[in-house]
């Protein structure tokens, strides 16, 4: 099972920007479909954002039009471009892949980085 990695997580004020990393540990792993997913201090785990190589998206309804995601076939990473975020944005933000086509359903999915951190102050 490929391992992922996460990088770009940190801690930004509201109305701030981001933008989350996301590589596989193996440089030969290649997944055609990958997506990001968030989970706030207890509570479960929900989708924000998928995508394929053929640049198909989709996005969690509360993320729209500030979020942006973005998949970089030759360097094959993922990217979470994040903008105006608020306090509710606060998550662990996992990355995730193998999908089949780009979702933002956890079952979907069958491979999954540790997650990294953001937080938005007020």
């Known amino acids: 099972q490929a391992q992922l990695v996460e990088s770009g997580g940190g801690s930004v004020q509201a109305g701030g920007s981001l933008r989350l990393s996301c590589s596989p540990s193996?440089?030969?792993?290649?997944?055609?479909?990958m997506g990001w997913f968030r989970q706030h201090a207890g509570k479960q785990r929900e989708g924000v954002a998928a995508v394929d190589t053929d640049g198909l998206t989709s996005y969690a309804d509360s993320v729209k039009g500030r979020f942006t995601i973005s998949l970089d076939n030759a360097n094959n990473t993922l990217y979470l471009q994040m903008n105006s975020l608020l306090p509710e944005d606060t998550a662990m933000y996992y990355c995730?892949?193998?999908?089949?086509?780009?979702?933002?359903?956890?079952?979907?999915?069958?491979?999954w980085g540790q997650g990294t951190q953001v937080t938005v102050s007020s």
């Open positions: 995730a892949a193998d999908c089949v086509t780009p979702t933002v359903m956890e079952e979907d999915f069958g491979a």
């Open positions: 193996r440089s030969t792993y290649r997944s055609y479909c």
